[in-house]
């Protein structure tokens, strides 16, 4: 059964950085690309950052482009995001997930069929 674990959610005050941390059990990550999404309360889930198989090719929202970055660590079965520079704006639960590949210029949540049950970060002074 394919199963994703998210952590390294917390509170943070603004300027402030995390890494959240994806990790796969039941299936190889290399065969499959990965995204990050977020949902703050009472907003549509935003595709924040995904990555292709290879770990080549990624997308960012604009909304932290210079801010994020994904990166992937397929011996350790791991994705990572790296979140730098966090505001406000940032807070909300934040999901990984599996999917065949990234779409152009975008993460979107009908590429990607296996997701995590989601972590919190809340920025906040």
């Known amino acids: 059964q394919l199963q994703l674990v998210e952590s390294g959610g917390g509170s943070v005050q603004p300027g402030g950085s995390l890494r959240l941390s994806c990790a796969a059990s039941g299936f190889a990550l290399d065969l499959h690309a990965i995204g990050w999404f977020r949902q703050a309360p009472g907003k549509e889930r935003e595709g924040v950052a995904c990555?292709?198989?290879?770990?080549?090719?990624?997308n960012y929202a604009d909304s932290v482009k210079g801010r994020f970055t994904i990166s992937r660590d397929n011996a350790k079965n791991t994705v990572y995001l790296q979140m730098n520079s966090l505001k406000p704006e940032d807070t909300a639960v934040y999901y990984c997930?599996?999917?065949w590949g990234i779409g152009y210029g975008g993460c979107y949540a009908q590429d990607f069929f296996s997701w995590g049950q989601g972590t919190q970060v809340t920025v906040s002074s």
């Open positions: 990555i292709t198989t290879s770990g080549t090719s990624t």
């Open positions: 997930a599996a999917g």
